[in-house]
């Protein structure tokens, strides 16, 4: 039995979706059955838990022999760091008292750093506490850059008609697209071919700027000459917060998007076949990035 966290969100819906392909035996974890139904019809067991909830967690993870883990993000946190901890403490425990034997960790590059990385710094954590739990084997998949974090762009275009943001205009990213994420979690997982403590870069099909974004983008959407502006910032936590992001939040992005610039936080392999993953940004502007631009309304 795998037990899946996060299975109704980017990464963990895809590992669900392929093991289900592959006709293994799956329990799926959110915090609303509703939103777990269509991985039952195709045969998952759906466990409704809170991640907070160490005692809820445990029991999601009871006779599993592996766990896809993730802290997934509450954007409204006021603390984001503790609430990031708490779903660590939770986690741990659950494998603790599970019989779990392999966890495949969603993580991030960067995540070797303990601190100046803002949300990169929980997931550091998270991989420290999964390697001191006895006979534990654990893959860390540190990835990239998420191409979805260009998605709120969407609404900055259409307001502003340029993208901006607090990274540099010209810093090379390694942004991937989650389904490959997912897509190499699952892998790991049908195999289980790791032990002790491992980490894996993931980079994405290639590195990429968010000036050569805003250029592909520009061409998807039929604006040519649209471009990046890196903002102030003040302006970014005030454009984050009036989207509904918390200060601790706005204030970790602006941590980690320093740390990328000034190379605090980069990649620690050099570019592999076996790190790089098929999507590449077009690709996903194509599928993802134009239809939410299609779906979405200017703001007032
Ligand atoms: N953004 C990046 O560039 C980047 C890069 C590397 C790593 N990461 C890491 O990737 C992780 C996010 O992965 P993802 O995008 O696959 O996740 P996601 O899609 O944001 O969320 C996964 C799911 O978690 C569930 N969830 C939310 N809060 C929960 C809670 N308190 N208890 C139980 N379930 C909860 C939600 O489903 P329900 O609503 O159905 O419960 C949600 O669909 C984060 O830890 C982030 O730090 C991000």
Redo the contacts with the bound molecule.
């Keep these: 039995m795998y037990v899946i966290?996060?299975a109704?969100?980017?990464?963990?819906s895809i590992v669900a979706d392929t093991l289900l392909a592959k006709n293994q035996k799956v329990r799926v974890?959110?915090?609303?059955k509703e939103?777990l139904s269509r991985f039952v019809a195709r045969g998952a067991e759906a466990f409704e838990?809170?991640?907070?909830d160490p005692n809820a967690l445990s029991r999601a993870f009871g006779r599993a022999k592996a766990a896809y883990a993730?802290?997934?993000?509450?954007m409204g946190s006021t603390d984001y760091r503790a609430h990031q901890d708490e779903i660590t403490n939770a986690i741990v425990r659950a494998i603790e008292t599970s019989g779990v034997t392999h966890v495949v960790a969603?993580?991030?590059f960067g995540a070797d750093k303990p601190e100046k990385t803002g949300?990169v710094a929980g997931?550091h954590v998270l991989e420290q506490r999964l390697a001191k739990i006895p006979k534990l084997n654990v893959l860390n998949v540190r990835?990239g850059?998420?191409m979805e974090?260009t998605l709120p762009q969407v609404g900055i275009i259409k307001n502003f008609g340029m993208m901006a943001g607090p990274v540099s205009a010209d810093l090379r990213l390694p942004m991937i697209a989650?389904r490959d994420i997912g897509a190499a979690a699952a892998e790991a997982l049908l195999k289980l071919d790791f032990s002790g403590q491992q980490t894996k870069e993931l980079l994405g099909q290639r590195d990429i700027t968010y000036l050569e974004a805003a250029r592909i983008v520009g061409t998807a959407i039929g604006i040519p000459n649209l471009t990046y502006i890196q903002m102030p910032p003040e302006q970014v936590i005030q454009g984050m917060t009036q989207m509904g992001m918390s200060k601790s939040m706005a204030a970790l992005i602006i941590e980690m998007a320093d740390s990328l610039n000034n190379g605090h936080m980069r990649a620690l392999e050099p570019r592999t076949a076996a790190n790089t993953t098929p999507t590449s940004y077009e690709e996903f502007v194509k599928e993802v990035f134009v239809p939410a631009y299609k779906g979405q309304a200017r703001s007032a």
């Design positions: 966290l996060g109704t969100g980017h990464t963990g974890v959110g915090r609303n939103r838990a809170d991640a907070t993730l802290l997934p993000p509450d969603l993580s991030s949300p997931l990835a850059y998420f974090n989650t």
